[in-house]
């Protein structure tokens, strides 16, 4: 026999120890997005909700989502700051809720790792729980896996499910939209989570690094593509309960019109107009550095419209007013005329 290390589950790149000390340092910030329904599984292997409180609906219909951050998470991690991808996680899965009416009711996520580093887990999964507090959601289990060999020790990835609940008539959705009917934009914090690989793309051709500081930004580079998802699950369920929304649509890949085509019924268009709005600049500074089409640009990026919602015209300025007072900018973006079911923006 000959001396040779003892094998172990450590030895192989997997710390246990380090991932139930990311567990302590996350608790408390997790227990912040707790709703009443959320009962304590003692065993700790799943989360429960309290499904009783569905019982106030006629026919409650549960909505689920699920969705990553793409490539983002490729900035985060070479800028070293985890406590922002957690909102744009948030907002990729609950806001895909919030297009149907549905209220958001819990959500569960998960991280890879190359290495659990239990400060920087802790990090994307507090952002991850402030995030579903400011959706209304709780944030009810999650998995951190660590895979050595198959990601480098920086390297992580992440993506979360969440579940929502809404009555069964008074979905939204492409039947209830009429000609006639008026587009309002909500704006947008940033590029959000979408076309991340095109802007990475950019910064490897050409002189744009994510420590220049533009002209026409107010900070670095890096510091603005790092900006949070704005969340807007809460602001459109304050919408829809105050009455006259058609629809949402969710500005996230494809861009604003091909998300809002997937709102409309086959009898309609909606014609959207540039002039309504200037493009925030960190897009222009993209498009120009990198040589950008503007049809590509159109099909990659929200543009700074997050969130469309089509409604009544008689409630348009109705809906403007309690955007603002909720602290989201928005305005007047087209109209819905009679079609075939494309949107376009003229």
């Known amino acids: 026999m000959t001396d040779r290390p003892t094998t172990s589950y450590e030895a192989a790149g997997v710390d246990i120890a380090a991932g139930e000390r990311a567990v302590e340092l996350m608790k408390s910030r997790v227990a912040r997005s707790r709703r009443p329904e959320v009962v304590d599984d003692v065993s700790g292997f799943a989360g429960l909700f309290d499904a009783s409180a569905l019982l106030r609906y006629t026919r409650p219909l549960l909505a689920t989502s699920t969705d990553g951050v793409g490539t983002k998470v490729d900035l985060a991690r070479r800028l070293g700051v985890y406590d ?3 909102h744009d996680l948030v907002g990729m899965v609950i806001d895909d809720l919030a297009v149907c009416g549905a209220e958001p009711l819990f959500m569960t996520d998960y991280i890879a790792c190359g290495k659990v580093v239990p400060e920087r887990v802790a990090d994307i999964v507090g952002g991850i729980a402030d995030a579903c507090a400011l959706a209304g959601c709780a944030l009810v289990g999650g998995e951190t896996a660590e895979h050595p060999g198959l990601l480098e020790a920086d ?35 940033g590029i959000h989570s979408n076309g991340y690989s095109l802007v990475r793309h950019i910064l490897a051709t050409t002189d744009l690094t994510l420590e220049t500081r533009p002209a026409e930004l107010d900070r670095p580079l890096g510091q603005e593509l790092l900006t949070p998802t704005r969340i807007y699950a809460k602001d459109c369920l304050a919408l829809a309960e105050a009455g006259g929304v058609r629809a949402f649509a969710h500005i996230t890949g494809g861009g604003l019109a091909a998300n809002l085509a997937r709102s409309l019924p086959p009898r309609v268009d909606a014609v959207l107009d540039r002039s309504s709005w200037e493009v925030p600049a960190v897009f222009r500074l993209l498009q120009a550095h990198g040589d950008v089409p503007q049809a ?35 305005w007047p973006l087209g109209e819905i005329t009679e079609g075939t079911g494309d949107a376009t923006l003229r």
């Open 84 to 86: 922002t991808i957690g």
């Open 296 to 330: 590509e640009m159109d099909k990659t990026f929200n543009l700074g419209v997050g969130m469309a919602a089509i409604v009544a015209p008689d409630r348009a300025d109705e809906a403007l007013r309690l955007l603002a007072s909720r602290g989201v900018p928005s």
């Open 155 to 189: 390297e992580f990835d992440v993506a979360g499910a969440g579940t929502g609940v809404v009555e069964a008539d008074r979905i939204l959705g492409p039947e209830r939209v009429r000609a006639g009917d008026v587009v309002l934009a909500m704006a947008s914090s």
